[in-house]
């Protein structure tokens, strides 16, 4: 398996690929993930200077420690092809599938990159995978989407289309998405991999933002797509593990193993019952402590 398939995730920052000024540097305001889209943010006229702009970005800036996704364009226009061969030239990351509905989307990209990775002398199984769930049917399927291809990090939703399809709108509580966002991270959990949400596009609203982040976090996302450098510290503070938290994550590892040793199930933990259904959760937050860099332990 690629190892980077579990990496953290926490912002996933959408950057337009034709325009310079936008992905020369976009690391500096440490993005765990940013989005190179060809789709949405380019106009059908310049989707080739897009891939131009794309593939010198991918080989000749250092982006550092921010993974690098590439959104192609959707499976029914004429583009998607060429520009998995562009972003797989230039050593992308990921590609990320718009609109999918179906697993045999999911395939038929898998296939494409395994071609494109063959042609460039790429490390097979190098180029990951995430789909975005647009349409009401895409989470219907969301399962089916999930277990398509080894190469599937993650999916996400895109609210804008998929409330446009449910015949709805962003209201900004929540209530519209509530379905989608549930089943998507069902889905996510029982195939064993990532799930992250949609949008929040008013940059003016960071009261709302925040609630909005709250809400996923407590869901179960991994994390969320953004628009602008200003949301990435609200999304770290709140999916970076509290001291406190951490701090209690280590005992209950360390009573859990201890414990299991001399064959106890269950016990107390600074007042509260433990038993070993505790320690997947336990290990994930001295996991994402680790991964977020706050991590002062010794597990």
Not at 22 to 30: A, E, G
Not at 85 to 106: F, H, Y
Not at 167 to 183: H, P, W
Request: aromatic share 8%; net charge negative; charged share 30%.
């Amino acid at each position: 398996m690629n190892p980077n398939k579990k990496r953290l995730r926490r912002t996933m920052m959408f950057l337009n690929a034709q325009k310079p000024g936008l992905i020369k540097d976009p690391y500096i305001y440490k993005p765990d993930s940013i989005m190179l889209d060809l789709e949405d943010a380019v106009a059908e006229n310049q989707k080739d200077a897009a891939r131009f702009s794309l593939y010198h970005a991918l080989q000749e800036i250092d982006y550092r420690s921010c993974e690098r996704v590439v959104r192609i364009n959707g499976l029914d226009t004429p583009y998607w092809k060429e520009d998995i061969r562009c972003a797989v030239a230039g050593g992308c990351d990921a590609i990320r599938i718009p609109k999918t509905e179906r697993p045999e989307d999911v395939k038929a990209v898998e296939a494409e990159i395994r071609s494109a990775e063959e042609d460039f002398s790429i490390p097979e199984g190098r180029t990951l995978i995430m789909a975005a769930i647009e349409s009401a049917r895409g989470v219907v399927k969301a399962l089916d989407v999930c277990e398509a291809s080894g190469r599937l990090f993650g999916i996400a939703l895109s609210g804008g289309d998929y409330t446009k399809d449910l015949q709805t709108y962003i209201t900004g509580t929540g209530i519209e998405l509530m379905g989608a966002r549930q089943n998507l991270i069902i889905a996510a959990r029982a195939a064993k991999i990532q799930c992250f949400d949609t949008v929040y596009t008013d940059l003016d609203d960071m009261e709302g933002f925040r609630r909005d982040v709250e809400t996923i976090h407590l869901m179960g996302f991994d994390g969320k797509s953004i628009i602008n450098p200003r949301q990435i510290p609200v999304v770290h503070e709140i999916f970076t593990p509290a001291q406190k938290n951490i701090i209690f994550a280590e005992k209950v590892v360390m009573e859990i193993e201890d414990k299991r040793e001399k064959g106890i199930g269950v016990f107390i933990v600074d007042g509260k019952m433990i038993d070993i259904a505790f320690y997947d959760g336990a290990k994930r937050t001295i996991e994402l402590a680790k991964a977020s860099g706050v991590y002062k332990g010794g597990l």
